[in-house]
């Protein structure tokens, strides 16, 4: 099953209309006449980001950000039993 159609990009490939879409990893990408294009580089989301038309209601964010929160590193066995934190 293809994913939800959230927006439109003019192909520069063939100017032809294209549907933009999703990916499970939240990536912009689009189905037109010369296939479905998956830019995966920063500089291709970001040209999708510009060029989108997206719909009203599919206005463009991913989930899985979340506000400057600083990730604590994961301590692994050995720093676990040898801390001397308490």
Known sequence: MANETI???TCPFCND??????DK???LYYVGA?????PNM???QDY?????AFFNDK???NKTDKPNEEKQPKKGLFATIFT???
Request: hydrophobic share 25%; charged share 35%; net charge positive.
């Open 34 to 38: 010369a296939g479905m294009v998956k």
């Open 7 to 9: 927006g439109t990009i």
């Open 48 to 52: 999708m980001q510009k060029h989108t």
């Open 25 to 27: 990893k939240n990536k």
């Open 84 to 86: 001397d934190e308490e």
């Open 59 to 61: 206005l463009p964010g």
């Open 17 to 22: 209309e294209a549907e933009v879409r999703k």
């Open 42 to 44: 920063p500089s291709g």
